[in-house]
């Protein structure tokens, strides 16, 4: 009798010590997800690389680029600090730049040659590696909503012309008359390129298109964006007209996932602008996220190295925006300007144009 007491004894000082040493393990996750109850987030944007200079920029369109930049960040920012998806935040960001009149994205695209509007964009989850693209659409509002249609609600990743646009019909997108699109400026810089081709035929030397300013503005203007959300989760879009005075249903880097376009939640989340024949042989956006991966190096030196070097060295230009796991921010350009912005958790904001 004696010996059972005992023994109910010495299992009921075991039984509790583990009571305590489990109640200490839970309090440790307690602690660490009270911690994780508040984790970083942050978004950064583009609105395009190229030729700009403060000399060619009014004080009145400079803020009007500012004010634009700003309002869409802060609708992606809102976004997130809500609790909602990078890929959320991601396409409402862009959204607000393709309805604006001031980028090469939705209204507002660039001509081609043929004096269309052909629209090109993608989104990539850096969650799942899920991605959808859409790739020379003429009808089309909001190609980014249409890109993301595609990862959401079909088994494919791109789409392109009319095919996508009967898909974009099949789940209920409103089509648009391409005249949505038109913006005098935009026009007038394809007349001028045009303009500047001939003269060149014709080996015209008297009339001289170096300081046109129709010309320097008629490259860039690309939308893009890459967020991290309260979940850990990256996500990155682009939205873009292409180039001015392209042919033969020319498809640029936008939509071209790796390219223009890269999320992966183990490194980052990239969005490109700038000549898309050149970020697509060097598959720019795979590229700073596999060096990052491969070299264990930071977003910034794997950024640097691209756009500063590879790049450069195939003989394109442009810059991209990047964010990292960690909510590290990059936003790199070899190109005189670019129009871009970044907010972090704290809602600190930074928005620059020029080479500063
Ligand atoms: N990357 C775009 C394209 O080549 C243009 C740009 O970003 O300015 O279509």
């Not at 183990?266 to 602008?273: E, G, Q």
Request: aromatic share 8%.
């Amino acid at each position: 009798m004696k010996k059972t007491l005992t023994l109910l004894i010495v299992f009921f000082v075991l039984f509790s010590c583990k009571n305590e040493k489990i109640k200490s393990e839970n309090s440790d996750k307690l602690t660490k997800n009270e911690q994780n109850e508040t984790p970083t987030f942050g978004i950064v944007i583009h609105g395009g690389a190229g030729t700009i200079l403060k000399k060619n920029m009014s004080d009145s369109l400079e803020n009007a680029y500012k004010e634009k930049l700003e309002e869409a960040i802060t609708v992606g920012h809102t976004v997130l600090k809500n609790g909602g998806s990078a890929m959320e935040a991601v396409t409402k960001t862009i959204n607000v730049m393709e309805n604006s009149p001031l980028f090469n994205a939705g209204k507002g695209a660039v001509f081609t040659h043929e004096e269309t509007n052909e629209l090109d964009a993608s989104v990539m989850d850096g969650a799942t590696l899920n991605a959808g693209a859409v790739a020379g659409v003429t009808h089309i509002k909001n190609p980014i909503d249409l890109a993301l249609a595609v990862m959401n609600n079909s088994p494919h990743v791109m789409l392109s012309g009319k095919g996508a646009e009967r898909f974009a019909e099949e789940q209920g997108f409103e089509l648009v008359d391409p005249s949505y699109f038109y913006t005098e400026k935009r026009f007038q810089s394809l007349q001028r390129i045009k303009d500047k081709e001939k003269a060149e035929l014709d080996h015209d030397s008297k009339v001289s298109f170096a300081e046109d300013p129709f010309i320097k503005d008629s490259k860039f203007g690309t939308v893009g964006c890459a967020a991290l959300d309260k979940n850990g989760n990256l996500a990155a879009g682009t939205s873009t007209g292409g180039m001015t005075n392209k042919r033969w249903n020319r498809i640029g880097d936008a939509p071209i996932i790796g390219a223009g376009t890269y999320a992966n939640n183990a490194t980052c989340a990239v969005s490109s602008t700038g000549w898309g024949e050149y970020f697509i042989r060097g598959m720019v956006a795979h590229d700073i996220s596999a060096m990052m991966e491969y070299k264990e190096i930071t977003l910034q030196e794997a950024a640097e190295e691209v756009i500063q070097k590879k790049l450069p060295n195939l003989g394109g230009d442009g810059g991209i925006i990047a964010i990292d796991k960690n909510g590290n921010v990059s936003m790199e350009f070899n190109t005189a300007g670019m129009y871009r912005a970044h907010m972090n958790a704290e809602g600190d904001l930074k928005i620059g144009i020029y080479n500063e």
